[in-house]
Nanobody, 130 residues
Framework: QVQLVESGGGSVQPGGSLRLSCVASGFTSGYTGLAWFRRAPGKEREGVSCLEFTDDSTYYGDSAKGRFTISKGADKNVVYLQMNDLNIEDTAVYYC???????????????????????WGKGTQVTVSS
């Protein structure tokens, strides 16, 4: 069973920080990248960040630039999303997803995860409120 499991969500005040984790298991071969997406109430799913395992390139959605950081853990099957200076608009369910076939992060982000993402986690809720 190939699986992605997110954790680290919760409730935080504006300006606070959270670190999300995505743990991959059951892969028989390496995956080429991993991305974080989110879906806020009443909004379409959007790309938050993407990491290409081929060269460790990182990409961020406009709302995440300068505040969020995606990184690999010491365990190569773990990817983190450090979120700083959170605001109310960051409230959403956050998902991690992976592509098993080569797919540039530029495409992953540009399509909002609707193309080529093979495995999805169940999501973790992030709520930012005062």
């Amino acid at each position: 069973q190939v699986q992605l499991v997110e954790s680290g969500g919760g409730s935080v005040q504006p300006g606070g920080s959270l670190r999300l984790s995505c743990v991959a298991s059951g892969f028989t071969s390496g995956y080429t990248g991993l991305a974080w997406f989110r879906r806020a109430p009443g909004k379409e799913r959007e790309g938050v960040s993407c990491l290409e395992f081929t060269d460790d390139s990182t990409y961020y959605g406009d709302s995440a630039k300068g505040r969020f950081t995606i990184s690999k853990g010491a365990d190569k099957n773990v990817v983190y999303l450090q979120m700083n200076d959170l605001n109310i608009e960051d409230t959403a369910v956050y998902y991690c997803a992976s592509n098993l076939s080569p797919l540039p992060c530029q495409v992953v982000m540009g399509t909002g995860g609707h193309l080529g993402m093979d495995i999805w986690g169940k999501g973790t809720q992030v709520t930012v409120s005062s």
